[in-house]
């Protein structure tokens, strides 16, 4: 059984700045690439960045580029995402994935596991 577990999701001001961990465990876990994704009110869940485990591929959503930062620690299984300069926008329930096989995708169909998501609300 896979599990990936989120953290850091809370209520920040317009300009501010969260970082949201996601653990992976599960004796046989073992991917090519993590992902994260939101999904807002009466929206699709959508795209935020990825990275692959080994190597240095990242992927982000063009409406969080220059903002927000992917990043990994391969041996503690986690992944980070730094979100700088926070819009009312980015207010969504952010959801850690995984996908077993390469290539890394920005398609939510393609990622195999997921979390069940930490809500990050922009607001003043």
């Known amino acids: 059984q896979v599990q990936l577990v989120e953290s850091g999701g809370g209520l920040v001001q317009p300009g501010g700045s969260l970082r949201l961990s996601c653990v992976a465990s599960?004796?046989?876990?073992?991917?090519?690439?993590m992902g994260w994704f939101r999904q807002a009110p009466g929206k699709e869940r959508e795209f935020v960045a990825a990275?692959?485990?080994?190597?240095?591929?990242?992927l982000y959503a063009d409406s969080v580029k220059g903002r927000f930062t992917i990043s990994r620690d391969s041996a503690k299984k986690m992944v980070f995402l730094q979100m700088n300069s926070l819009k009312s926008e980015d207010t969504a329930v952010y959801y850690c994935?995984?996908?077993?096989?390469?290539?890394?995708?920005?398609?939510?169909?393609?990622?195999?596991?997921w979390g069940q998501g930490t809500q990050v609300t922009v607001s003043s």
């Open positions: 990275i692959i485990w080994g190597g240095d591929i990242r």
């Open positions: 599960g004796r046989t876990f073992s991917s090519y690439a």
């Open positions: 994935a995984a996908k077993n096989l390469p290539p890394v995708r920005t398609d939510r169909n393609d990622y195999n596991y």
